[in-house]
């Protein structure tokens, strides 16, 4: 028999505890109920003796008023009636007689000398009443007493009594009769239950014993439980849903075993287990290939782990670590193969309870080192790259309001030190070009509320830390947490100051040419879909010189502008697509409209139209149903021959000054900066002039601001006649002009500074009206293009020299060269072999 069912066997049956629990229940019940009447009986006895004592208590006054005698005392009197016959048995019925005083003091005490009296303060609380009835305990005992007084006041009669119930059977107490009662009625109803028991549990008791034997023994078919409602069909109950979980248990722990062993087989990592000896007793199909075994018995049970590490030391690490804490994860290892050839893995093992044994996880992470190798060799050619790139780069924190990374392209860009921005020292808007605040502002709110991924595009004009205004074009995205709160906001910010500047000058080329138009009437003609024409207006007939009945109804739309027959704009509109159209006739510049769906347009010269021929831009489109098929084809045309000749005259006007005639500044920081690409493609050199007319404010001032134009005039005539052809001669501001010398060494800007001097001297300045010939000159500085130098540098190294001729006493030639200085040169002096006059 199993330990369990025989421990079980020795402990209390459940009859025998029921027989129990029964014997204590009617015993406490009887117990109870024979307390129950003792109480009731000692309170009728007590009533009864009350009775008796106010009885016996009048029966002894009414005697004392019939024998009175004049001579006898209250107290006498007493003693002699309570030798009456009548009275003498109350002492063998309990009750006792005595007298007291008006003071409580006894005067008579009763006939036994060990009745009990009541105590001092009971007899003070009868002397100061009429009469009553009081009780008490003395000596353990319960005593009560009835009395009145005598009619003369003198006496107080007293009939004490001691309450007590009769003896039980057995001449026993009555408390005692009834513990022995309760104790035999307790001890039939035990016998009475153990005999229940003994004939209605022992067969049940038997069965459920056998079917719990049976599950013990791993039976585990659930017995059908008895139909019984008390403690043992509950117990069949629990029995029979025991041992279906016992069934389900089984049943799980198997299809666990066989997951286990479907996962230990199929996994693709290394899977080992060692016994308590060391040494392996299973490995998995992964293991075997990845060490290069191809049976599980030249692994198991042969050998312990260590000829697989290649490194002993690294093995004596694993195995401290493993007995120290109990299981290691993701230990680095360097392995070996079956081959003798190494590989790098992670070892993830579990110390079990039992000697050296372990279970393990091996994982081969050689292409992952190599992935992460290639990964950090990659991440460095990023940084590089994004280091390196003409772009600003950026990573803005959302939450701490703060730059994590700038691109060192700021600095080339903005003027300001990466670190400055880095450190949280500039505020943004402090670069920020006032106009463009809001609008950056509000940029960012939609950058805040884009979708995940949507990457969002500004442009916006900074000022750069020299003061001067950059456009950028900015493109970020909002990166988010898990949960979609944004954390960082990462972009590229590329600087489009040129191409502004370009759009602007284009915006105002077209805002002029179009405002011009405006006024230009407009040509146009509509055909049918047989290519005959329904439309002529007043304005092509002007254009063309064709009366609208001579055109309309027929095919000749052709011959005001060809010579021979050819299709128009619209006729190719109806024939085809535009696309078909434009690769068709590539030759005739066309291209879609922009502003009519499917139309095309251009421009061409027609040498048929008027004595000298027109340039004519075209727009055909066609026109559709409501079903959407093309029912005709508008072309209009307009006359650009004024447009043509204007624009020409225009970008005249944009780049030149209109007083001297040479070019603007404008101009001459767009050649400049094309020249300084160019000189740093080819490696060419390039100089620069600065040139400033001296105390001209003083000519200004003497002679008129009309004098001082002319004297401007005939300076740049004479700047013009000085320089190579070549050259680039500017009206910087002012009095102050600037001379671009391409692929001029400083020897030979210096021998074209001293021209321009030596001429300017010898030109007489003739003020109207004045009568006078002035003589006025000219300081200039030269710089030459070093390595590494933007338009700015060259300029402010040109101006330094400009500014070394005047400190010079002026009409003389600077020039600035780097690292040497600034040298004033000699007046004649054309090269630098010679020392000049100073050195700055």
Known sequence: MPRALDQH?????????????????????????????????????????????????????????????????????????????SLRNL??????????????????????????????????????????????????????????????????????????????PLGLPVWAASILFAAVVALLAALATILWLHFS?????????????????????????????????????????????????????????????????????????????????????????MFGFRARDQLVGGQNTQPFFAHHEERQLYIDSLWAQGYVQDFPATMLRKDGSEFEALITSTRTSEGEGRFGILRDVTQMRADQLALGESEARYRRLVENAPDIIYRWSITGGHFDYVSSAVRDITGYAPARLLSGEMNLDSFLHPEH???????????????????????????????????????????????????????????????????????RGRQMVESTLQGLPAAVMVIDDQHRVVHWNRAMEGLTGVPAEKMVGTNNQWQPF????????????????????????????????????????????????????????????????????????????????????LERELRRLSVTDSLTGLYNQRFFYATLRREIEAAARYGQPLSLLMADIDFFKAYNDRFGHLAGDKALRQFAETLGSCVRAMDLCCRYGGEEFAVLLPHATMNEALMVAERVRSGVSQTPFAPEDSGLEVQLTVSLGAATLGPGEQEEDLVRRADGALYAAKQAGRDSVAAELRQGGVRVMARGAADLSGRGDASA
């Open 91 to 168: 002492a063998r019925r309990g009750f006792r007689i005595f007298g007291l005083d008006n003071q409580g003091k006894v005067v008579l005490r009763p006939r036994d000398p060990g009745a009990l009296l009541p105590p001092r303060e009971i007899r003070g609380h009868m002397a100061s009443s009429a009469w009553g009835v009081v009780s008490f305990r003395q000596q353990g005992e319960p005593v009560l007493v009835a009395y009145d007084r005598v009619p003369s006041g003198e006496l107080i009669v007293g009939v004490s009594a001691t309450p007590s119930l009769p003896p039980g």
């Open 437 to 507: 605040r809001s609008r950056v502002r509000a940029y960012w709110r939609r950058l805040l509320h884009s979708a995940p991924g949507e990457l969002c595009k500004e442009e916006f004009a900074i000022i750069t830390a020299s003061g001067q205004t950059r456009w950028l074009r900015d493109k970020a995205m909002v990166v988010r947490d898990e949960v979609g709160r944004p954390l960082l906001m990462e972009g590229i910010a590329t600087d489009i100051t040129e191409r502004k500047l370009l759009e602007q000058e284009q915006k």
């Open 201 to 289: 549990l022992s067969r049940p008791l038997r069965r459920l014993t056998a079917e719990a034997e049976q599950a013990a023994a791993g039976e585990l078919t659930p017995p059908d439980p008895l139909e019984r409602g008390d403690e043992l069909g509950r117990l069949s109950l629990a029995l029979n849903h025991l041992t279906e979980s016992a069934r389900d248990m089984v049943a799980r722990a198997r299809d666990e075993q066989a997951r286990f062993l479907r996962l230990f087989n199929d996994t693709k990592d290394g899977v080992f287990i060692a016994g308590p000896d060391g040494i392996l007793s299973d490995v998995n199909p992964a293991l075997m290939e």
């Open 562 to 645: 060809y010579l021979e027959p050819q299709p128009v704009l619209a006729d190719l509109i109806l024939d085809a697509e535009p696309g078909k159209i434009m690769q068709r006739y590539a030759g005739l510049d066309l291209k879609r409209s922009s502003l009519a769906e499917g139309g095309v347009e251009g421009e061409s010269f027609f040498a048929t139209l008027g004595a000298d021929g027109r340039h004519l831009y075209f727009l055909a489109a066609p026109i559709r149903d409501a079903a959407g098929k093309i029912t005709h084809a508008v072309e209009t045309l307009v006359d650009l021959s004024d447009k043509v000749r």
């Open 9 to 85: 066997s020795r402990r209390p049956s459940v009859g025998a505890k029921l027989a129990a629990v029964l014997v204590v229940v009617v015993f406490g019940s009887t117990l109870l109920l024979a307390a129950a009447q003792y109480w009731m009986a000692s309170g009728v006895m007590r009533e009864h003796f009350r009775e008796q004592a106010e009885v016996h208590l009048h029966h002894t006054l009414r005697l004392m008023e019939t024998t009175s005698k004049g001579q006898m005392s209250p107290a006498e009197l007493l003693a002699e009636v309570r030798g009456d016959a």
